[in-house]
């Protein structure tokens, strides 16, 4: 089923929780609302399920106008950060929940719980209670007992927020197999970029309430529309820089951006950490304050004269870093950098930034 | 200045450790406290502490109970329990299960209702509400019968109303229900918002959204989850209502046959000198209570097992 979210607003109080979003979802696909805490993605899903109402605008279901539909009546099926399974019912009865409300005989929700619990991988565990199951196992029960009425639409929210890394990781590829072999539109919410962008179909960046991009993955990393979408998303330096040449130029730094500056402008320009090359110079721009090993990688932080602190990342083994340590003088060439306006709300942090 | 501190260090240290002999390193002595066997007083403090609570509770609670007992002894179990077979003794006891028993259904429903709205819904005076709640926690009982008596007896507001609608409440079997509830009001409500609190909302909108109704959501999610809660403001209804005097006194007038429960018997059971019948009643009322403490005590280990699950 296809979703459609018409200018949607909704107040807490003082409080702009979401303000005039629009969107739409493909039926079938699978979309990630990302966005840092407080950002609004999940009321945007709450409003979706009907759990809250939105101030103004519309939800569309298909061709059917779900803004003033009951909880209920919508056909939605909702897993909650915290499982939310009815701790007083044993597994198989929780996903038979929904097709006991709705009068199916004792014997049909039996045999459709059964059928999901082994679609979950928890086959053998229906007469187990939620307080004896793993934070995996339960967020599976609760997938399993989402999809059990066979919803129209699937909203996840923070699915793989209470659970730990290593589950988590699992737990990720195999929604994504789940969700091609059910093929139910779904909707998650998360605050990991990582999660949004290995799980997702396609990504709807939110920020203030408000939306900030919608494409693919590659889309948004590849051409980040604002700002915030260039810094939320891996890691980043930013500097405050003013366009001269056709070049955004920061103290002894400067790095071609595209031409939608006039000479003069000021910008914030914004580096991604694998956008740039350094090499051992001693008549270079930068000096090494720290090199971290992350396993394949080393992260080097720097300090660019007249310009601030920059973030670099490079294979381990990369014929670059010979003779780069702590406090040598590096050249710096920016490979990839984009520049906005200086004029918007963000102010360049004088450390570098990095996603959750 | 490094003689004052190593002073007060020694003041606080029992014995001295070799580093606060060093005055130079008057400073650092400090961290020598953490050395100490610091709770050297706390070993013998816990069993004195443990002491005295047990007397206050012997002096408080047990040696009452035991006294009933002993006065049952002394009088004779029989001669007691043949005092509670007369007319007025049974017509009170039943006076007052009866009472307990209206008490527990009226709370039941009123109770979690009460909660339900408090916990669950936002609306104006709210907060008033709750509180409102636990007034009669905080209101002596014969107040409340003072005030039941000055709003529906003579010359009271409600006076005419009622004798055009021919109820009899004060005196009357009415008054004590009224008295009864009053008192009980809060046990329940208190309890099941507690536990409502506690439980959130994520299992009632999970539900919602699996397609249940408002009715089946509480009946089937609901419900269930307040049970342990519930029942537990229940018990502390019933043993309420039971040992309810003040009210029920002002309201009731103790009639003998007529308004007078286990309470108000043994009052005026003692008065009278009747002294079998005032022990027989006080020991059944007794013995319920240790019925009633018992399943609360049964229910909070269960609760307390649910939370460990």
Same mark, same amino acid.
């Given at each position: 089923m296809k979703i459609r979210v018409e200018n949607v607003s909704k107040r807490f109080g003082n409080f702009q929780a979401v303000d005039n979003v629009s969107f739409e979802v493909e039926s079938g696909s699978l979309v990630a609302l990302l966005g840092p805490s407080g950002s609004g993605k999940s009321t945007i899903l709450r409003i979706l399920a009907g759990l809250d109402s939105c101030d103004s605008g519309q939800v569309w279901f298909g061709d059917e106008k779900a803004t003033d539909l009951h909880a209920r009546a919508r056909s939605v099926g909702f897993v909650f950060q915290h499982y939310a399974l009815f701790r007083h019912l044993t597994v198989e009865d929780n996903i038979a929940f929904g097709l006991d409300v709705r009068g199916i005989p004792k014997p049909q929700a039996r045999a459709r719980a059964n059928e999901l619990l082994e679609l979950v991988g928890l086959k053998g565990l229906g007469g187990r209670y939620p307080a004896q199951l793993s934070g995996g196992q339960r967020q599976r029960v609760a997938l399993a007992r989402a999809l059990a009425p066979d919803p129209k639409l699937l909203l996840l929210d923070e699915p793989f927020g209470a659970i730990?890394?290593?589950?988590?990781?699992?737990?990720?590829?195999?929604?994504?197999?789940?969700?091609?072999?059910?093929?139910?539109? /779904?909707?998650?919410?998360?605050?990991?970029? %990582?999660?949004?962008?290995?799980?997702? +179909? #396609? *990504?709807? !960046?939110?920020?203030?309430?408000?939306?900030?991009?919608?494409?693919?993955?590659?889309?948004?990393?590849?051409?980040?529309?604002?700002?915030?979408?260039?810094?939320?998303?891996?890691?980043?330096?930013?500097?405050?820089?003013?366009?001269?040449?056709?070049?955004?130029? /920061?103290?002894?730094?400067?790095?071609?951006? %595209?031409?939608?500056?006039?000479?003069? +402008? #000021? *910008?914030? !320009?914004?580096?991604?950490?694998?956008?740039?090359?350094?090499?051992?110079?001693?008549?270079?721009?930068?000096?090494?304050?720290?090199?971290?090993?992350?396993?394949?990688?080393?992260?080097?932080?720097?300090?660019?004269?007249?310009?601030?602190?920059?973030?670099?990342?490079?294979?381990?083994?990369?014929?670059?870093?010979?003779?780069?340590?702590?406090?040598?003088?590096?050249?710096?060439?920016?490979?990839?950098?984009?520049?906005?306006?200086?004029?918007?709300?963000?102010?360049?942090?004088?450390?570098?930034?990095?996603?959750? | 200045m490094a003689d004052s501190q190593e002073l007060e260090l020694r003041a606080v240290t029992p014995t001295n450790t070799p580093h606060s002999h060093s005055r130079v390193?008057?400073?650092?002595?400090?961290?020598?406290?953490?050395?100490?066997?610091?709770?050297?007083?706390?070993?013998?403090?816990?069993?004195?502490?443990?002491a005295i609570v047990l007397a206050y509770l012997a002096a408080v609670l047990v040696g009452p109970v035991l006294a009933i007992g002993y006065e049952v002894a002394i009088v004779g179990l029989g001669n007691a329990l043949t005092a509670l077979t007369a007319p007025d003794a049974l017509a009170a006891l039943r006076m007052s299960l009866g009472l307990a028993a209206i008490s527990a259904v009226v709370n039941a429903v009123v109770g979690t209702v009460l909660a339900i709205a408090i916990v669950r819904y936002k609306f104006p005076g709210r907060g008033l509400l709750s509180a409102l709640a636990d007034l009669p926690l905080a209101i002596s009982p014969v107040m409340i019968g003072l005030s039941f008596v000055l709003l529906v007896g003579r010359d009271g507001l409600l006076e005419a109303p009622l004798v055009a609608a021919g109820i009899k409440v004060l005196f009357a079997y009415p008054g004590l229900v009224l008295g009864t509830l009053f008192v009980t009001l809060p046990f329940t409500v208190r309890e099941v918002a507690y536990v409502l609190e506690e439980i959130g909302t994520s299992e009632e909108e999970a539900a919602a959204t699996l397609g249940a109704s408002p009715a089946q959501t509480f009946w089937r999610v609901t419900l269930p989850n307040i049970r342990l809660g519930l029942s537990y403001g229940l018990l502390m209804t019933v043993a309420r209502s039971l040992g309810e005097f003040g009210a029920l006194l002002v309201l009731g007038g103790s009639i003998s046959n007529e308004t007078q429960t286990a309470t108000t018997f043994i009052h005026d059971a003692i008065e009278e000198r009747k002294t079998a019948g005032a022990y027989g009643m006080a020991l059944v009322l007794a013995l319920l209570s240790v019925a009633l403490w018992t399943a609360l005590h049964v229910l909070h280990t269960r609760e307390a097992q649910k939370k460990a699950r």
């Open positions: 730990d890394a290593k589950v988590r990781e699992e737990l990720r590829e195999w929604i994504r197999k789940l969700h091609d072999e059910v093929g139910v539109t /779904s909707i998650f919410v998360t605050h990991d970029q %990582d999660e949004a962008f290995s799980v997702a +179909d #396609r *990504v709807l !960046l939110i920020h203030g309430g408000k939306v900030e991009q919608l494409g693919t993955p590659t889309e948004i990393l590849d051409d980040p529309q604002t700002e915030f979408v260039a810094r939320f998303v891996g890691e980043v330096s930013v500097f405050s820089a003013v366009i001269q040449g056709g070049k955004a130029v /920061s103290g002894s730094l400067a790095a071609r951006v %595209d031409d939608d500056h006039r000479e003069g +402008d #000021r *910008v914030h !320009l914004v580096i991604r950490s694998y956008d740039l090359k350094l090499w051992r110079d001693d008549a270079g721009i930068a000096t090494v304050q720290r090199m971290v090993t992350l396993g394949d990688r080393v992260r080097v932080y720097a300090n660019i004269d007249g310009a601030g602190p920059v973030t670099a990342q490079f294979p381990r083994r990369s014929s670059l870093l010979k003779g780069v340590e702590p406090g040598s003088r590096v050249q710096i060439e920016v490979t990839t950098a984009r520049a906005y306006p200086a004029a918007t709300s963000l102010a360049p942090s004088p450390a570098s930034l990095s996603g959750p | 390193r008057a400073s650092l002595t400090p961290i020598a406290i953490g050395e100490q066997p610091a709770p050297s007083q706390l070993r013998w403090g816990k069993p004195v502490l443990i």
